[in-house]
């Protein structure tokens, strides 16, 4: 059974950083295009940082420049780098791998960002 599995959120105060994880055992995992998405209280999920088997990136236009997507193929992991966090970035964060119309979600991961 495929598990993708989130760690590394938590409470932050403004401008800080963290750096989230998700380990997902499916086949193949260079195959797989990662994205992370977030959602927060009353909102709808929304795509934060996207990343192509090839490794291409798209991002948000709020997170671009704070916020690095990246993966290691060898240890099946997708990271999120998220630096000087602001308070709107306070949401779940969730993976997800899509490959050939399979798609596959984590858990989710808390972020606070508050003084």
């Known amino acids: 059974q495929v598990q993708l599995v989130e760690s590394g959120g938590g409470l932050v105060q403004p401008g800080g950083s963290l750096r989230l994880s998700c380990v997902a055992s499916v086949r193949i995992f260079s195959s797989y295009a990662l994205g992370w998405y977030r959602q927060a209280p009353g909102k709808q999920r929304e795509l934060v940082a996207f990343i192509t088997s090839g490794d291409m990136t798209t991002y948000q236009d709020s997170v671009k420049g704070r916020f690095t997507i990246s993966r290691d193929n060898d240890g099946n992991t997708m990271y999120l780098q998220m630096n000087n966090l602001k308070p709107e970035d306070t949401a779940v964060y969730y993976c997800?791998?899509?490959?050939?119309?399979?798609?596959?979600w984590g858990q989710g991961t808390q972020v606070t960002v508050s003084s």
């Open positions: 997800n791998a899509y490959f050939s119309g399979l798609s596959y």
